[in-house]
């Protein structure tokens, strides 16, 4: 009886330890899981500070860098932006980008795109010619060019969650969400954060950190 009691109580002693290790490794890979968000959260915002503070440089003098460089913003913007679950058919839907009226990227934002990911989700990008063909965006971008649609753009997108980007002369002012900006020859941008959250958009803390100015709202996640 003595042996088994014995017995009993090593396997108790050693379910115990096997529980605590199971523990501890959980402990482990949550917080590696956290690690590694953290980690990706910071190599964007660090690329975005790069990109407000070098790779805008040659901008006013070079439309074709100018729009590679607003190409990278637009993919970093995805990265600090949460769109509501029902935004997206099913798990692996891509995120939509699409431009209206002529191209003024020229192919650069297709390259930007290519290949990469937000989260679980691949890019694509849709370019459409006519305000009547846009449909299933979640990032739309509205060219200078294009600044005569902008009111009846954000009239149609009301209260869908798109993320509006335009580089027009007071766009966040009229109810864009993000505004392109040029300030001592380097791209800055602004964000309109109350046109966001009514299209039930949540903004992270961090890009509102890096805009130049911020308008409305409760100032992120």
């Not at 096997?18 to 690690?35: H, Q, Y």
């Not at 971008?141 to 997108?157: C, D, H, N, Y």
Request: hydrophobic share 40%.
């Amino acid at each position: 009886m003595a042996v088994l009691t014995g017995e009993k109580e090593k396997l108790n002693s050693r379910n115990k330890r096997r529980g605590v290790l199971r523990k501890r490794e959980g402990g482990i890979a949550a917080r590696s899981g956290r690690d590694r968000y953290a980690c990706l959260a910071a190599i964007a915002r660090a690329v975005l500070l790069c990109l407000l503070s070098v790779c805008g440089d040659s901008a006013q003098t070079n439309p074709s860098s100018e729009y590679q460089v607003k190409a990278a913003f637009l993919f970093h913007f995805a990265q600090f932006v949460e769109w509501p679950e029902e935004t997206f058919k099913e798990a692996n839907s891509p995120v939509t980008y699409c431009t209206i009226g002529a191209d003024p990227f020229h192919g650069s934002l297709d390259a930007a795109l290519s290949g990469k990911t937000v989260g679980a989700r691949s890019l694509r990008v849709m370019h459409y010619r006519q305000l009547q063909e846009i449909r299933g965006c979640q990032v739309l971008f509205i060219g200078e060019r294009e600044q005569k649609l902008v009111p009846s753009l954000l009239t149609s997108l009301k209260g869908i969650p798109a993320l509006t980007v335009g580089e027009s002369q007071d766009f966040v002012q009229d109810g864009g969400m993000i505004g392109f900006l040029l300030e001592e020859n380097k791209i800055r941008f602004e964000i309109n954060l109350d046109a966001a959250e009514h299209a039930r958009l949540k903004v992270s803390s961090r890009l509102l950190a890096l805009a130049k100015r911020v308008i409305g709202g409760q100032r992120g996640i």
